[in-house]
Structures are given as C-alpha cells and as structure tokens.
C-alpha cells in the first residue's frame, strides 16, 4: 500500500479540545457542526479544481489525436490536419499542486499568497463567495476559462446526515478506547467487532484523528508516496531529530493519565499508513524552513538519479507552503499518513 501523506500546520489549541473531549471533558457538537459546513464548501472548491484538470486532460487528450493524424496519408493531408489541430490554452495546472496538494484551489505562486487565500476559502459561507474565488484561481492561470467552466460536483456534495460520520471518521469512538487504555484492559471490542488493545489503538489513532478533525478548520497538503519531510532529510544526513519529535504534544496532560506504553508507541517519523509522523514544535519550525531551503539541491539528489526529480520538487514546495503558513501563524508543523486521500475521495 502507497502512502497519502501529508503536511500540517497544526493548531494545538484546537488539537488539545479535542484530547479533552477524547477524556470526558467537554462537548465538541458546534465543532462538528461547524466542520459539516466547512466540508460542504471544501467539497464546492474541490470540485471547481476537477473541472479544471479535466479541461486540461480533454484539450491534451484533442492536441494529441490531431496531431497524431498528421502523422498519416499524404503530404497535403498532413498539413491540412496540422492546420485544423485545436489551439491548446495556456493552463498552467499542476494537479499534484493545484489539485492533490495544496487545500481548496488556490494558484498562487508565493506561499504567504496562498496562506491567504486560504483564509479567504475559510472566511466564506456561501456557495456563491466559493465560486468567487475559484474563478480567481481559474482566472491567474488561465485567462477567460474562468467564465467558461462549472464545478464537477459528481454525484454532488453528501448529504446532510452523512456530514457528522464524514467529518469524525472515528473521532466519536476514541472516549470508549480512552477510558479502556486509562483503566489498563489488555483488549476491548470496537465497533466493527474486532478485539484489539486500546492502548495501542489509541496512540495510533489518538493523533491522526484529533489532526484529522482539526484540519477542517487548519487544512493541510496532500502528498503522495515517500517524500515526508523526515525521511527526505534522513536520506541526506540532515539529522531531522533536531526537529521533529514524537507527537506527543497532541496529547495533552493526557498522557499522563494513561500506560506509559502509549507514549512510547509514538513516533518521530512516519513508519506506517494511518499515522502521525514527526512534529515540529513551533519554535523550531523558521529554522527548519531555512535549512530545507537552503539544502533544496542536496534533498533532489537522489530522486534526480532516481527519475523523479520534478515530482521531488513539488513535495518540496508543498512542504515549503506548509511550513511558511505555520511560521506565520506561530503554530507547530507535522507530517502524517492518510489524513486525507485522494483514491479515496478524502481531500482537502
């Protein structure tokens, strides 16, 4: 299995709520109630981006057939078809960026640009304020088509009762593993059937789903494959554990309520699917951003030799993004598997 991997400026404050409720203590209802929103507007934005990549693919997919024809029978029908091959739009989509990178759509070319306009998706409340500033973002790129295009809604946005389950994912069962992992039972029944440990249920899943929730108010950037910023940096000798800790942080005052095993299950880098990696605490994160800056050419090494180089590239800037937007905001950063997924329909 791949891994969806992904970059967070992470709010503690918000991130600790939510450890509270995992123990008992405190409601989350206008949370959830306020995230149903945001991801009926996620979803609005999202689906402009997809019409935009498959505009792109539908005029790559018309320039490819008729120029391949000129290819075919005599000289004059040759230049004939060359003459009549569809004008190709200057789209300057990047799907790994603009699509499956950075949160909502956004196209702007510095990071405190999207950073803001970021801001802007989250400020809105209506349909028409998401559309607003999606034709922007269609507009910065590619002039005109903005007035041309609609959302690709699919089969449309969920429906309103299935919008709480979308956006807990399994944040609801966590009080349940908690108050098993704190009372030391060796095994407990979750809701599929399944036994398990809750002490090691909960520091797998503790984390991702607190950053999971908390990231439909602080979205993060999609990624794929191995390119978290921890392991890029162990591969060149860049001794990530000068920055990147076990996520602890994301429990709180819990921890100490709970089996000493659950910290030390923690991690400070990604080893798995479904899992929070490595966290950078806030203070760290300027020079953290400085050094993979600075070390850009050491970190595409490999992956120049490998054949993948401008993908590296990519990451690097996404990771870039994520760690521009956490400076500015004072906030920890943090590297995870499977927040959100693309093959699966989970997106940012």
Not at 250 to 263: D, I, K, Q, R
Not at 329 to 347: D, H, K, Q
């Amino acid at each position: 299995m791949g891994f969806d991997v992904s970059y967070h400026p992470v709010d503690l404050e918000l991130v600790l709520r939510l450890a509270r409720h995992v123990a008992g203590q405190g409601s989350i209802e206008e949370l959830v109630d306020r995230a149903c929103g945001l991801e009926l507007r996620r979803f609005r934005a999202k689906a402009w981006a997809l019409a935009l990549i498959n505009v792109q693919h539908a005029e790559h997919d018309a320039w490819r057939e008729a120029t391949a024809r000129t290819g075919k029978g005599k000289t004059k029908k040759k230049t004939d078809d060359a003459a009549t091959a569809p004008e190709m739009r200057t789209v300057r989509v990047d799907s790994n960026l603009h699509v499956w990178g950075r949160p909502f759509l956004i196209t702007a070319d510095e990071p405190l640009e999207v950073s803001a306009a970021i801001d802007s998706y989250l400020a809105a409340t209506t349909n028409g304020e998401i559309d607003s500033l999606a034709r922007q973002a269609i507009k910065r790129i590619a002039p005109g088509l903005e007035k041309e295009l609609k959302p690709d809604l699919e089969s449309g946005p969920p429906a309103k009762k299935e919008l709480p389950g979308i956006v807990l994912r399994d944040l609801d069962v966590l009080p349940e593993v908690y108050e098993s992992a704190r009372r030391g039972k060796r095994t407990m029944t979750l809701p599929s059937g399944d036994s398990a440990d809750p002490k090691r249920v909960l520091a797998s899943s503790l984390p991702l789903l607190v950053l999971a929730f908390a990231a439909r108010f602080r979205p993060g950037w999609m990624d794929r494959g191995h390119v978290w910023p921890s392991l890029l940096m162990h591969e060149v000798e860049l001794a990530p554990q000068r920055f990147f800790e076990p996520p602890r942080a994301l429990f709180g005052a819990l921890l100490e309520e709970l089996p000493s095993s659950v910290g030390k299950q923690l991690s400070a880098t990604i080893t798995e699917n479904y899992m929070v990696g490595g966290l950078v605490p806030a203070g760290r994160v300027p020079d953290l951003r400085r050094l993979l800056l600075d070390k850009r050419e050491a970190l595409v090494g490999k992956p120049r030799k490998d054949g993948w180089a401008e993908e590296c590239l990519v990451s690097l800037r996404k990771i870039d993004e994520a760690l521009a937007d956490a400076e500015q905001r004072g906030l920890p950063f943090a590297e995870a598997t499977e927040v959100y997924s693309g093959p699966l329909g989970i997106m940012n």
